[in-house]
């Protein structure tokens, strides 16, 4: 079992940036690959970022490649999102994600255990 918890959400205006944060407990946080996912009002889920076990290979949507950044400290059992030049239409709920394996997900399904969510609100 494996628990998550973010943190780093709030309100920003557009071209500002934020730090998410999720701290993950319950077993060997390097085994697993980790995700953000994010959810508008209204629209479907997306995978914004997943980055491997090890911290190596990392995955980005297309809406937000190039301005996103994520990482880990498997020390701190810790995975970032780094946001910067956010827009309006990053506004949506955060959530963070452990997947079943230390390859990095693509899908929902490829992903095991799920932080409550943390909001983010880009003012135009």
């Known amino acids: 079992q494996v628990q998550l918890v973010e943190s780093g959400g709030g309100l920003v205006q557009a071209g500002g940036s934020l730090r998410l944060s999720c701290a993950a407990s319950?077993?060997?946080?390097?085994?697993?690959?980790m995700g953000w996912f994010r959810q508008a009002p209204g629209k479907e889920r997306e995978l914004a970022a997943t980055?491997?076990?090890?911290?190596?290979?990392?995955r980005y949507a297309d809406s937000v490649k190039g301005r996103f950044t994520i990482s880990r400290d498997n020390a701190k059992n810790t995975v970032y999102l780094l946001m910067n030049s956010l827009k309006p239409e990053d506004t949506a709920v955060y959530t963070c994600?452990?997947?079943?394996?230390?390859?990095?997900?693509?899908?929902?399904?490829?992903?095991?255990?799920w932080g409550q969510g943390t909001q983010v609100t880009v003012s135009s």
């Open positions: 994600a452990a997947g079943r394996t230390s390859v990095p997900g693509r899908q929902y399904t490829d992903f095991a255990y």
């Open positions: 319950g077993r060997t946080f390097s085994s697993n690959a």
């Open positions: 980055i491997s076990g090890s911290g190596m290979f990392t």
